[in-house]
């Protein structure tokens, strides 16, 4: 395993779009456990293949509750609204309130090559979306919530 370099800021890789993983074989498992390894030494809670320079649709999540790894993974179910504060190992020192689902569904590959669904809510289901918006190329400062926005969303402030 190996901790690799996160690309950052206005590195143009990360407003490529990522391509589909179409064998799952020692490059990729490697990759998987690099990304591991880089998420937690940078103490991150999700970080998508691109921010480590790699074009393919890989993500590694883990908020707490144990690593969940994803290939060509998609968002098969959306529910709900939450407004909450983001940041992103790649774009240090920046934070917004960003809309995202209360809940989600996603469906990826497992390193067995098998599909798997996975259920988020809260901090998992803004990990989920922040990530694979990362395979399409944006950021969630693109999508940083409006003051409206906020001020409808988080009533309670
Ligand atoms: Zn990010």
């Given at each position: 395993m190996a901790i690799r370099n996160i690309r950052k800021e206005?590195?143009?890789?990360?407003r490529k779009t990522s391509r589909e993983v179409t064998d799952i074989n020692d490059r990729i498992l490697t990759l998987l456990d690099d990304m591991a390894e880089t998420m937690y030494a940078a103490d991150g809670v999700g970080l998508a293949a691109v921010q480590v320079g790699v074009l393919r649709n890989v993500v590694v999540i883990d908020v707490g509750d144990g690593l969940i790894e994803l290939i060509?993974?998609?968002?098969i179910e959306a529910d709900g609204v939450q407004c909450e504060i983001e940041g992103c190992l790649s774009l240090p020192g920046k934070q917004s309130y960003t809309l995202r689902p209360a809940t989600v569904k996603v469906k990826a590959l497992n390193r067995e090559g098998k599909w798997c669904v996975y259920k988020g809510e809260g901090l998992k289901a803004r990990a989920f979306c922040h990530e694979l918006d990362h395979l399409n190329g944006t950021l969630f400062v693109d999508k940083a919530a409006t003051k409206e926005e906020i001020s409808k969303y988080r009533k309670e402030d």
């Open positions: 206005d590195d143009e890789i990360l060509n993974p998609e968002i």
